[in-house]
């Protein structure tokens, strides 16, 4: 059974950082991508960053570039997003998705499995 859980969500304010984990079973994670999403209340669900497990590209959204970074412990199978400079409208529920032919998050496509999400918040 695929199983993907995610940690390390929590309140920070504004500028602080926090570390996300989406630990990996039931399935061959070098074979797999791993995307992390997030959706805030009333809006659509964005793709945050994304890694491709054959070549390694890695997508940030816009939003996060410069502040935001991925990471992957292959022997731990585990995806890693550290969050700096956080901002009040990081605030949201983060999940973590993967996908065995799909590694794009930047929009229209749908990752196969999905993690159960962690809360983000970030006071002002």
């Known amino acids: 059974e695929v199983q993907l859980v995610e940690s390390g969500g929590g309140l920070v304010q504004a500028g602080g950082s926090l570390r996300l984990s989406c630990a990996a079973s039931g399935f061959t994670f070098d074979d797999y991508n791993i995307a992390w999403f997030r959706q805030a209340p009333g809006k659509e669900r964005e793709g945050v960053s994304c890694?491709?497990?054959?070549?390694?590209?890695?997508y940030y959204a816009d939003s996060v570039k410069g502040r935001f970074t991925i990471s992957s412990d292959n022997a731990k199978t585990t995806v890693y997003l550290q969050m700096n400079s956080l901002k009040p409208e990081d605030t949201a529920v983060y999940y973590c998705a993967a996908d065995r032919d799909i590694w794009y998050c930047g929009g229209g496509y749908e990752f196969d499995y999905w993690g159960q999400g962690t809360q983000v918040t970030v006071s002002s």
């Open positions: 890694i491709s497990s054959s070549t390694g590209t890695i």
